[in-house]
């Protein structure tokens, strides 16, 4: 369903300026027609999930986190630093978490055959009690956008596949962010769980 910046509005709790400001920050998804913009009620629900407040993570931060998640080893902190993003990874509200590290790296996109769409496999789907029937698809890849014209990918505001830069040893943690913004509830709350069970592991 295609809805105004004030429908969207209306719809998220939030002022006309405020929509208005998200999409033109990229935090928002939408199309421009004239001089309008049409959000997609798929894209309005993503936004809805990871919506916050306060400065954006730069690139480095957002990949410490990603690895502190991961189990991987972070670079480029030193012990204070890790201690502090540590505890702030924990304790911050999980939808600000994943708005943050999930800024910039996503787009949905459709696939002109389900060939492509069945190749996709998720490495995630089994610690989530998923099956990979059904559902979305997530690409993880460390140039997505060229990963995804390879594969034919268009982008589609309303697409079942998000496509997601990101390096294979964040592969899980970027598959369960993508889920837990774009997923159905079943995979919205599985995915939800298991991010919380990872934090609470930190």
């Known amino acids: 369903m295609s809805l105004t910046v004030s429908q969207a509005a209306q719809q998220a709790g939030i002022s006309a300026r405020q929509v208005r400001r998200a999409i033109e920050e990229g935090i928002l998804s939408a199309d421009r027609v004239g001089a309008s913009y049409i959000i997609q009620s798929r894209q309005l629900q993503a936004f809805s999930r990871i919506n916050h407040r306060g400065r954006n993570w730069s690139a480095e931060t957002q990949n410490a986190a990603l690895s502190l998640l991961s189990g991987t080893n972070v670079e480029d902190l030193d012990s204070t630093e890790k201690s502090r993003l540590k505890k702030r990874v924990?304790?911050?509200?999980?939808?600000?978490?994943?708005?943050?590290?999930?800024?910039?790296?996503?787009?949905?996109?459709r696939s002109a055959t389900s060939t492509t769409l069945n190749d996709l496999d998720m490495a995630v789907l089994p610690e989530l009690g998923l099956s990979a029937k059904g559902g979305n698809a997530v690409l993880i890849a460390?140039?997505?956008?060229s990963r995804a014209r390879e594969l034919r990918l268009a982008q589609d505001s309303t697409g079942d596949i998000v496509v997601v830069e990101g390096t294979q040893a964040h592969r899980k943690v970027l598959e369960a962010c993508a889920l837990y913004i774009f997923g159905d509830v079943r995979e919205?709350?599985?995915?939800?769980?298991?991010?919380?069970?990872?934090?609470g592991k930190l």
């Open 142 to 145: 460390e140039n997505a956008s």
């Open 188 to 199: 919205h709350s599985a995915a939800q769980t298991w991010l919380e069970e990872l934090r």
């Open 90 to 109: 924990a304790t911050m509200a999980l939808h600000a978490l994943i708005g943050q590290i999930m800024r910039g790296r996503y787009a949905l996109r």
